[in-house]
């Protein structure tokens, strides 16, 4: 069965760093692109990147840019989100999810609370 | 960014109602757009994706239309397991937005 799972949220001073990982199993994931998905607190769904198969392509969210990076290992079915600079407003649960366009497969998500 | 707007924001039917929910882009989208369903403390569900296309495993009481800027999102007669909040997705221009949700409650 296809799996996503996210890790690596916690608690963040405002100006602070966070890597937050996903490990993916049952799918061939050099076959997707593979994408970030945060959803603050008792608020929608916001896009926030994505990354083509080979990592040759990515795009971004105004508000993150320059800021957060999205990364993949192709040899450990892993996705990765650098986020620096980290602000209030990026409180959230980040969700990792397969494709880069619509979504068929989440991951449960990985709280990132950005707060003094 | 394109503006992607649901109504209602709150929708209350009874089981068996047929259910409509719209979603309209601030610029023409084609048919790039597909369909959620959210339930609390839960990841998004795809249900639908090229605004008519049923996603795998999907009940076929859920429907989608429209092209260009308006778009519905229509459950043929409600079930108990479709009390959620449902979001529509542009994914036609960078970066891809999401409509606010159209929570679905029991009148």
């Known amino acids: 069965e296809a799996q996503l799972v996210e890790s690596g949220g916690g608690l963040v001073q405002p100006g602070g760093s966070l890597r937050l990982s996903c490990a993916a199993s049952g799918l061939t994931f050099t076959s997707y692109w593979m994408s970030w998905v945060r959803q603050a607190p008792g608020k929608g769904l916001e896009w926030v990147a994505n990354?083509?198969?080979?990592?040759?392509?990515?795009h971004y969210v105004d508000s993150v840019k320059g800021r957060f990076t999205v990364s993949r290992d192709n040899a450990k079915n892993s996705l990765y989100l650098q986020m620096n600079s980290l602000r209030d407003e990026d409180t959230a649960v980040y969700h990792c999810a397969r494709g880069g366009f619509y979504y068929g497969l989440w991951g449960q998500g990985t709280t990132v609370t950005v707060s003094s | 960014d394109i503006q992607m707007t649901q109504s209602p924001s709150t929708l209350s039917a009874s089981l068996g109602d047929r259910v409509t929910i719209t979603c309209r882009a601030s610029?023409?989208?084609?048919?790039?757009l597909a369909w959620y369903q959210q339930k609390p403390g839960k990841a998004p569900k795809l249900l639908i994706y090229k605004a008519s296309t049923l996603e795998s495993g999907v009940p076929s009481r859920f429907s989608g239309s429209g092209s260009g800027t308006e778009f519905t999102l229509t459950i043929s007669s409600l079930q108990p397991d479709d009390f959620a909040t449902y979001y529509c997705?542009?994914?036609?221009?960078?970066?891809?937005?999401f409509g606010q949700g159209t929570r679905v409650e029991i009148k």
């Open positions: 990354i083509k198969q080979d990592g040759s392509e990515k």
């Open positions: 610029q023409s989208i084609s048919t790039w």
């Open positions: 997705q542009q994914y036609n221009t960078y970066p891809w937005t």
